[in-house]
C-alpha cells in the first residue's frame, strides 16, 4: 500500500468499527491453539500493527514487506517485526502454532500458492492458519485499488486453495453479513475510494454494535452464508 494508506490505517484502526470485529473475529479463531504450550504467533502482514497488538501474546511476532509499516507496527505494538514477504516466510519450519493473515493474499504481488505452501512449511503439526479475505469479484472496486487490492474471492474458492497445499479441517465462513447491504450500495456507486476511516461516532457505535451481535453467532458455531468478507481456519495435519 501506498505510506499514505499506512498512515491513515494507524490513525483510525483501533476506533474503526470494521478493523474491531476483524480483530474480534480473528482472536476467537486463533484463541483454541493460541493458548497451547510453548505457542508462537504470527500476524503475517501486520500492516500498522493494529491487529498483532489485539493478538499479542508471549511469543507474538510480524511480518510485513513495506519497511514503513514494519516500523509503525513495531512502534504500537512492542513485538519483533520482521521485513519479508509472504511469498519467501524468514522463518524455520514448524515455527508457530499459529499464523494470522488478514487480507494480505489478496494484495497485488502475492503469489497466493506459495504463499499459502510458505504458511503451511512455518507451522508445526496441528498449527492453524488463519485467513481473512475480501469476498466476491464483482464487488472489486475503487476501495480495493486504493488499499492495493488484487483479487476478491468465493469462499469455496479460498477452502479449495488451502486443500490443494495440505491443510485439513478447514472452515469458511462469511462475515460482515448483516451491514452487506449497506457495503455493496457504498461500492457500487461512482467515484469512492479508500474507505479506511472514521464514520460519524453515531454510526461507528450503531455499526459496532450490529458487527459484534454477528461476532457472537461466528462464536457460538454459526456459518453465514454470505457477507463482505470471508474467514477461514485450516489446520496443517
Known amino acids: 500500500m501506498e505510506r499514505g494508506e499506512y498512515e491513515r490505517l494507524a490513525a483510525v484502526e483501533d476506533r474503526m468499527w470494521w478493523m474491531r470485529a476483524l480483530r ?12 497451547t504450550p510453548g505457542a508462537r504467533l504470527l500476524d503475517a502482514g501486520c500492516g500498522a500493527g493494529g491487529l498483532l497488538t489485539s493478538l499479542a501474546h508471549g511469543a507474538s511476532f510480524g511480518l510485513d514487506r513495506d519497511g514503513f509499516a514494519c516500523r509503525l507496527a513495531h512502534g504500537k505494538a512492542r513485538r519483533p517485526i520482521a521485513q519479508g514477504s509472504v511469498d519467501a516466510l524468514p522463518f524455520r519450519d514448524g515455527a508457530f502454532a499459529v ?14 500458492e506459495r504463499a499459502l505452501g510458505e504458511m503451511y512449511r512455518c507451522l508445526r503439526p496441528g498449527g492453524a492458519l488463519i485467513v481473512n479475505l475480501p469476498a466476491y469479484p464483482w464487488l472489486y472496486s475503487a476501495h ?12 469455496g474458492e479460498v477452502r479449495q486453495l488451502m486443500a490443494g497445499v495440505g491443510f485439513g479441517r478447514i472452515r469458511t465462513t462469511y462475515w460482515n453479513t448483516l451491514l452487506f447491504p ?15 476511516g472514521l464514520l460519524p461516532a453515531p454510526l461507528e457505535r450503531l455499526f459496532d454494535a450490529v458487527a459484534s451481535f454477528e461476532s457472537a453467532l461466528l462464536r457460538s458455531g454459526l456459518r453465514l452464508p454470505f457477507g463482505g468478507s470471508i474467514l477461514t481456519v485450516g489446520t496443517r495435519p
Open 24 to 35: 474480534r473475529n480473528l482472536r476467537a479463531a486463533a484463541a483454541p491453539f493460541a493458548g
Open 99 to 112: 499464523i494470522v493473515s488478514a487480507d494480505v493474499l489478496c494484495h497485488r504481488g502475492v503469489d497466493v
Open 144 to 155: 480495493d485499488r486504493a488499499v492495493d487490492n488484487a483479487r476478491r474471492y468465493r469462499r
Open 182 to 196: 449497506l457495503m455493496v450500495a457504498r461500492r457500487l456507486l461512482p467515484g469512492g475510494g479508500s474507505e479506511v
